[in-house]
């Protein structure tokens, strides 16, 4: 195990959230997606991006259960590699890259309330708050994978 994780924080509301940037393409600004029929509820859209490729986009507001954005235009979208495939995340602000002792990092909390959250890998402990930690290969399912795909396809 490395002696420490590379973590690209981010917040949603006042939640702060983090992801292995071994994971992440690129951090680029939210723009007007291409809305597509029969979609899941979190599922904003699509965007061509770098004008070579159809990337779906993630609210994660919704994805969460948490009141969407007021205002998208200051929204961010992180773009991650999952698979063979990219797929943007959409996010209130992306903060910075942090080095985190692995030591810092607990396991999720074993409460009930908690079904569907198999996405947290672990609650990091920093000096400034807590830290959720998202894995990125369990939060977007298999399903939602082959939904994304057949959406994308069509």
Known sequence: MPSELKIVTFNIGKERFGLDIMNVDAVIEYEETTKLPNASDYFEGVINYRNEEVL??????????????????HAKVIVLK?????????VDDVKNVRS??????????????????????????????MLVILDIDKLITEEEKIAIDEVINN
């Open 56 to 73: 779906p986009i993630i609210n994660l507001r919704r994805k969460f259960k948490m009141p969407d954005f007021e205002d998208k235009s």
């Open 82 to 90: 999952i698979d063979q495939r990219r797929v943007g995340i959409m």
């Open 100 to 129: 985190i002792d692995p030591d810092l990092i607990n396991e999720k909390p074993n409460i009930g309330g908690m079904r569907g959250a198999d996405f947290i890998s672990g609650i990091a402990r920093l000096e400034d708050g």
